[in-house]
């Protein structure tokens, strides 16, 4: 029988550099974040994803690779990352790592090799051309900060193409070669312990731009293979694409719809959802949450899960909302122009964003009852704060808030860390701290804490299917989730005002209640159609059914 644990899982995502430095220089590393893992097994989480940890000039936060089989030295070495991962599973802990197979660093000695020889075994493995290409520009990802999607490089005498900054130059996947060496790299972190892969840029990943001649084969059978060579090498480990798409590509990202069929991805980031979340948000009204939900494809395996989240170590990209919703989501929470990114997003944390505590802990009461796996960012459970004054994505990159200590806690190096903490104001480490909220009973921590616990005893969330419910006042969200017999309920108040709800549920006996409301801690029962009420940003889960107290 497979083991689905990706169904309900709880995943919380980090970058090492930035989480807990251990030895003093100044840079988070892989004994800092071992030490730290109690924080998340604390938190409630089942899995940890760790954005990219391997040698890298580190002109993009790591993303820019110059070996994919290594450990950068700032973090430690592989013997560290095995520390760390036998560490992660004796607390229950599986680790899910970026696999980053579009593009490499220009440094990497492939390119390097590439470039400098035409007779190289290495230079088909990227994407040339002699002559330079018509409209360089079109498809740039980071507008007003990228030039280009092709840049001359004069050793090679040719044009090569990057989908992203000029140094990360392109893979080409028609290559055979190519992918034999993805799953090659696969297959050697699965030997290290791990259990999964968030696939980066996975849109890009399985594209034929920019060759003169395109092969005669699917480039989503990439995927097919990838998830094959997984299923073989280590039973249980997942694929979670990182792919902004329109939903009727979904199906095709899975796979599997046809008896015989190929799978591919077990879990796609539900970008659609996140941006919904944030119009609604905006709004105070549940309508953009229920209409994402409900555009979500029908045919999809049984094996397939989204992924839900608020924010990760990007931009809050707006990019599939029309330009009149974009506007409404900038001028609530980024109407300053160094808070927008790209044309297209936010480059906000979102505790800054959402300001009010209790609207934080409804925005993650929103993620946990949403149907999906849920994907937490480092220092979201606390509120951590944000720094402008960075360049790009790194606003929402800094470290670890730990205690109002020096450096936040986060390194006892006098010289300067990788990024400065965010220490001033009500979201810097002076006043948000994992220290100064845990154990508190009113805390965002505590509050999130709860949440997790109450996500992974509800699996009818991460299984079963979802109901909306009809009728209630526009700012409230009800949500029913359904599996072998058993049903969550979740009502959210996405406004400032207090508001009051019946929700109507077919065949229900009582509500038994689980989080946010005063008889959560008697467990007194409630009768149908009884009227509920929710505070301004309030939340409240029951058990339809449940056993009485």
Same mark, same amino acid.
């Given at each position: ?22 030895? @003093? ?31 890298? $000039? ?16 700032? &973090? ?41 020889? $035409?007779?190289?075994?290495? =230079? ?71 259990? *999964? ?82 119009? +609604? ?15 979500r494809p029908r045919d999809a395996t049984h094996q397939a899960q989204w992924a839900t989240f ?24 980024? $109407? ?8 297209? *997003? ?38 951590? @704060? ?25 390194? =006892?190096?006098?010289c300067e860390p990788v990024r400065p903490p965010v220490e001033e104001g009500p979201f810097g ?32 969330? *991460? ?27 979740? &009502? ?13 549920? +077919? @065949? ?25 009420a929710l505070p301004k940003y309030g939340y409240r889960w029951f058990r339809i059914d449940g056993?009485?107290?």
């Amino acid at each position: 029988m497979l083991d689905l644990w990706y169904k309900n899982a709880v995943i919380y995502c980090l970058d090492v550099e930035t989480f807990m430095d251990a030895s @003093g220089d100044g840079v988070g590393d892989f004994k800092g974040l071992t030490h730290r893992l109690d924080h998340i097994e604390g938190l409630g989480a089942t899995a940890v994803w760790l954005n990219p940890f391997y040698p890298t $000039p580190n002109r993009d936060n790591g993303y820019d690779i110059t070996d994919f089989y290594g450990i950068d030295p700032r &973090l430690g070495n592989a013997g560290d990352f095995v520390s760390f991962a036998r560490a992660a599973a004796d607390r229950g802990l599986k680790v899910i790592v970026d696999l980053v197979v579009n593009h490499c660093s220009t440094d990497h000695p492939w390119f390097q090799s590439a470039r400098s020889d $035409p007779e190289s075994p290495w =230079r088909d493995w990227f994407v040339w051309s002699k002559e330079k290409p018509e409209d360089i520009t079109k498809g740039v990802i980071f507008p007003g900060v990228q030039e280009a999607v092709w840049t001359w490089d004069e050793m090679a005498g040719a044009w090569y193409m990057h989908r992203f900054y000029a140094h990360q130059a392109d893979f080409n996947i028609a290559n055979p070669e190519v992918r034999e060496e993805i799953l090659k790299i696969m297959g050697y972190w699965l030997e290290l312990g791990v259990w *999964g892969f968030r696939i980066d840029a996975v849109p890009f990943l399985i594209e034929y731009k920019g060759l003169d001649e395109e092969p005669d084969r699917d480039p989503l059978l990439l995927l097919s293979e990838m998830r094959d060579f997984l299923s073989w090498r280590r039973a249980g480990a997942i694929m979670l694409a990182e792919a902004n798409i329109e939903r009727e590509k979904a199906p095709d990202y899975f796979g599997g719809r046809d008896f015989g069929a190929d799978e591919r991805m077990h879990l796609i980031l539900d970008f659609p959802l996140n941006q919904k979340i944030f119009l +609604a948000l905006a709004r105070e009204q549940a309508a953009p949450i229920v209409e994402a939900l409900g555009s979500r494809p029908r045919d999809a395996t049984h094996q397939a899960q989204w992924a839900t989240f608020l924010r990760n170590h990007d931009e809050l990209s707006l990019d599939k909302l029309p330009e009149n919703e974009r506007e409404e989501v900038f001028a609530a929470f980024g $109407p300053k122009e160094d808070m927008q990114l790209y044309e297209r *997003g936010l480059r906000r944390r979102l505790a800054p964003m959402l300001g009010d505590t209790d609207r934080v802990a409804l925005a993650q009461s929103l993620l946990f009852a949403l149907p999906g796996t849920p994907v937490m960012w480092y220092g979201d459970e606390i509120g951590q @704060g944000e720094d402008l004054s960075l360049p790009e994505r790194s606003a929402v990159r800094t470290p670890m808030q730990w205690a109002d200590e020096h450096r936040g806690g986060f390194s =006892r190096a006098d010289c300067e860390p990788v990024r400065p903490p965010v220490e001033e104001g009500p979201f810097g480490f002076r006043e948000t701290s994992v220290a100064a909220q845990r154990g508190r009973p009113n805390s965002l921590l505590t509050r999130v804490q709860q949440l997790v616990r109450c996500r992974r005893a509800c699996p009818e969330i *991460g299984w079963g299917d979802c109901e909306v419910i009809e009728g209630l006042p526009p700012s409230v969200l009800g949500l029913v989730s359904s599996w072998r017999g058993a049903r969550v309920l979740t &009502l959210h108040n996405l406004s400032a005002e207090p508001v009051a709800c019946a929700p109507e549920i +077919a @065949g229900a006996n009582h509500l038994v209640a689980l989080l946010g409301g005063p008889d959560e801690a008697t467990h007194a029962p409630l009768a149908p159609g009884e009227e509920i009420a929710l505070p301004k940003y309030g939340y409240r889960w029951f058990r339809i059914d449940g056993e009485r107290a």
